[in-house]
């Protein structure tokens, strides 16, 4: 992962991925999970998704990874709640109510100091990685939420029109990465019109991917 990149995308507020409300998506295939209420759920590079504040108000709790401080930051005066931070372990853990995001590199993040997670939303973090790390990315996923229940958001295109991040990924990959672990069930492929993205055609594919 290249931080200094990400670093520089937050301080010049260069986030296009960011989305002005909760991703379609989750609203539409949450429920796909079959979850308890109060559920605690993972969001990896999460960034300062508004993912968050939709799953806190129905009634869940967050566990959030994330390289940005400043994006962080900026969660937490958009949700209005004041922080307690602390150190945990090369990271930082900004928690509140129902909320607790540890801020540094995610491969620091250990299974002790996440916890107890029902489910992964992973929306930004996969197509986040170039090819070489997705591996160990979806393996240490796996790993440290004990093959926790996931929605996974992926985008698809033709990788010689345009180079990442978000970086495409195929069925094959997704199939590769998880197929060990999971049920595999493809939800929707849908087409993004060429305003939302700069090439075409471009997919937003969703998956879910029970534990066997």
């Known amino acids: ?27 539409k295939y949450f429920g796909e ?3 308890y209420e109060n559920s605690r759920i993972f969001l990896p590079l999460c960034g300062k998704t508004k ?14 990874a994330e390289l940005s401080e400043a994006a962080i930051t900026q969660l937490f ?19 509140a109510e129902n909320i ?11 299974d002790r100091m996440l916890g107890l997670v029902d489910a992964v939303f992973d ?5 986040a990685l170039p090819a070489e790390m997705r591996k160990r990315y979806a393996a240490h996923i796996i790993d440290i939420t004990e093959g926790a229940h996931q929605l996974l958001i992926c985008l698809e295109y033709d990788p010689a029109l345009r180079n990442g ?14 197929f060990d672990t999971y049920q595999l ?12 993205f700069d090439i075409s055609p471009v997919t937003e594919n969703a998956w879910l991917l029970k534990n066997k």
């Open 1 to 27: 992962m290249d931080e200094q990149f990400w670093h520089q995308k937050w301080a010049k507020n260069e986030i296009r991925f960011h989305l002005s409300e909760a991703n379609p998506k989750l609203v």
């Open 33 to 35: 999970l079959k979850l």
């Open 51 to 64: 993912d968050i504040g939709w799953l806190l108000s129905n009634g869940h709790s967050v566990v959030g």
């Open 77 to 95: 005066e958009e949700l209005e709640l004041e922080p307690t931070v602390t150190a945990a372990g090369s990271m930082k853990l900004y928690s």
């Open 100 to 110: 607790d995001i540890y801020v540094g590199n995610i491969f620091d993040l250990t």
């Open 123 to 127: 929306r930004g973090a996969l197509v």
């Open 165 to 178: 991040p978000p970086f495409p990924i195929t069925d094959t990959e997704v199939t590769q990465h998880y």
């Open 185 to 196: 069930k493809l939800l929707v492929k849908d087409p993004l019109p060429h305003e939302e």
